[in-house]
Each structure stands twice: as structure tokens, then as C-alpha cells.
């Protein structure tokens, strides 16, 4: 793959990197009462043009088919949103006594409470050859279940700034994430031909939208004088995330391959990149809302601007390997299941 084409497929990240370093030449732009007004384009307009993406983009026609396998879906949903922040909770129990910056380990509890992305997992996941039925429906449920459960767990783990009320938080994600999201997907009811044919770049649209948010949020960050982040503190975060997620890519797998397990090789493959893999798309805008007003916020959202490429760029260098075992294993698992041939006395 030559230099220009591997730019162009990691153009996200490199745009991630870009908004950053503008923000930091010029943060007067997108500050709070700045010439872009990011409290009425961001809070509003930005975070409600992301979840109407959503709705219009969501194939949920599509998730009857893996409607029935509900002991995978369980499984997913549970260690996404129950066990992922609660260990991490834990873990950052033993971590606070450390001299690691404390904000970026707020930021890691925020990672946890994350639903699964809507895209990579499912990638990832067809890339292998894995169940992609299972992957696309444990993303869009997980999207719908985050809306609600990601709110909470991150009030219940860090609760939130003292200058927006706890009402006043869940009217903003009603107005601005539900709303858009069942409105996009009426609309999609009607253009739903349309969509499949013209096929619009709903990725991109939601992404550029996204690096907008980012801005703003680092723009508030380098205004403010008393923000530092120290180099040590970034070093060890990025080490922990790549620790945490293959420590918990590992631990799915494990899960999933026991021996009393029902689950196929090809089950296996979705549990691991859904279960482990965060949404970037969904967080940033539920945390722009919950934390409100908090000038930490992107200090919060440092840590799971590095789990997203973290997770592509892991899940990328793994796909080889976890084709080669699923290919392996399927073939195993039919041998066992082949009726043995009867002896010739």
C-alpha cells in the first residue's frame, strides 16, 4: 500500500491530530463565545447532525436475522457495559495513588463506560469472515443501549459538573440524541431506496462532524492557562490501553472457546472486536453533554481519542491471525462431526 492511499484510509486520525494542533495555534476560534459559538454549533446543531447520521445510517431491517441468538448478545451487552467499566474501575482504584495525571484517568473510566462503535467491530469482524450478523446487531443495540446506559454509568462512576443539574443533562441528551435518532430513522423509512442506491458517505459526514467537536473541545483547553498536561502521564495512559484492550480481547476469547461454550469460531470473532472495541462517534458528543462546563473535559477525552485508533490499529494486526485460527478450528470442529467409518473385521 503505497504512502498517498494509506493517508487517505487513515484520514481520520491524521484530521484528529490536525484539529488538535490548530487548536493549539489558535484556540480563540472555538472557545466558548468564540467566533464559531460552540455552545449553540456544537452543544446543538453538531451533536444532533451526528445522531440524525446515525439514524438515517442504522440498517435495523437487518438486525432480525441475529435477532435469536440471545446468549451471545447477552454476553457482548454484559461485559460491554457491565463488567468493561467495573473492572476498570477497579483497576483505577490501584492506579489513583499513583502520580498519573488524575483527569486522564477519569478519562480512562470513561472509555469503559463506552457502548460499542457502530462501524470497526463490524469491519473487523467481516474482514475475518466471522459472524457479521451478530457484529452489526450487538453495534446498532449497543449504540441504542448506550444512549441510556452511558449517561449513567458515567454519573455513576464520576458524576458530573456541578453547574449542570441532573435533569437538565437528560433533557439535553433527549433533545439532542434521541430525537435526531428516531427521526433519522423515519426518515430512512422513506429514502430507504435511495440510501441503497446512492449509498451516501454517512462514515465521513459523521467523522468530519466529529473533528469539529474535538476542536472546539481542545480549543477550551488550550485558552485556559491552568490545564498542563505532563508528557510521563500520556506515555503511561497510551501503554495502559493498549494493555487493557488486549487483555480483554483475550479474556473474550477465552470466555468464548471454553470448553462448555455453544458458541462457533465465527461467534467468537464478533464477541472479541464487540466487546472490546469503544465508540468514539457516540462518546465524544454524550461526554461534550454530561460534562458540561467541566474544564478538564478534554483531558477526560484524551484517553478515548487514543482507544479508537488504538482498537483499529490492534484489530487491523490481528485479523491475519484470528482468520487463520477460525479457519482452523472450523475445519477441526468438522472432522469431530464427521461419522467415523465402521471397522473392517
Request: charged share 10%.
Amino acid at each position: 500500500m503505497g504512502l498517498l492511499e494509506r493517508l487517505r484510509k487513515e484520514w481520520f486520525i491524521l484530521g484528529i491530530v490536525l484539529v488538535i494542533a490548530v487548536a493549539r495555534l489558535e484556540p480563540g476560534v472555538g472557545v466558548k463565545g468564540g467566533p464559531l459559538k460552540p455552545e449553540i454549533t456544537i452543544t446543538y446543531i453538531a451533536v444532533s447532525a451526528i445522531f440524525f447520521n446515525s439514524g438515517l445510517s442504522l440498517k435495523t431491517e437487518e438486525l432480525t436475522s441475529a435477532l435469536m441468538h440471545v446468549k451471545l448478545h447477552l454476553f457482548v451487552q454484559i461485559f460491554t457495559l457491565v463488567f468493561f467499566p467495573t473492572a476498570i474501575w477497579v483497576f483505577l482504584q490501584l492506579l489513583s495513588i499513583t502520580p498519573i495525571n488524575e483527569w486522564l484517568l477519569k478519562g480512562l473510566q470513561t472509555v469503559g463506560c463506552m457502548p460499542p462503535p457502530v462501524s470497526s467491530a463490524v469491519i473487523l469482524t467481516k474482514a475475518v469472515g466471522g459472524n457479521e450478523a451478530a457484529a452489526i446487531f450487538n453495534s446498532a443495540f449497543g449504540s441504542f443501549l448506550g444512549i441510556v446506559i452511558t449517561p449513567l454509568l458515567l454519573l455513576l462512576f464520576l458524576g458530573s459538573s456541578s453547574s449542570v443539574p441532573f435533569t437538565s443533562i437528560f433533557s439535553q441528551l433527549f433533545m439532542t440524541v434521541v430525537v435526531p435518532l428516531i427521526i433519522g430513522q423515519i426518515v430512512r423509512r422513506y429514502i430507504k431506496d435511495w440510501l441503497e442506491r446512492k449509498k451516501p458517505p454517512f462514515g465521513a459526514i459523521s467523522s468530519c462532524v466529529l473533528l469539529m467537536i474535538i476542536y472546539t473541545t481542545f480549543c477550551d483547553t488550550f485558552a485556559n492557562p491552568n490545564i498542563d498536561l505532563d508528557k510521563f502521564s500520556l506515555i503511561i495512559i497510551v501503554f495502559i490501553i493498549f494493555s487493557v484492550q488486549m487483555s480483554f480481547m483475550f479474556l473474550t476469547f477465552l470466555f468464548s472457546t471454553r470448553n462448555n461454550s455453544t458458541f462457533t469460531p465465527a461467534d467468537t470473532v464478533a464477541i472479541v472486536f464487540c466487546s472490546t472495541h469503544k465508540s468514539l462517534t457516540l462518546g465524544i458528543p454524550m461526554l461534550k453533554i454530561v460534562f458540561a462546563g467541566y474544564e478538564y473535559l478534554s483531558l477526560i477525552s484524551v484517553p478515548l481519542l487514543i482507544y479508537h485508533p488504538a482498537q483499529i490499529l490492534l484489530g487491523s494486526l490481528l485479523v491475519p491471525t484470528i482468520k487463520s485460527w477460525m479457519v482452523s478450528r472450523q475445519k477441526a470442529l468438522k472432522l469431530t462431526r464427521q461419522p467415523k467409518a465402521p471397522v473392517k473385521v
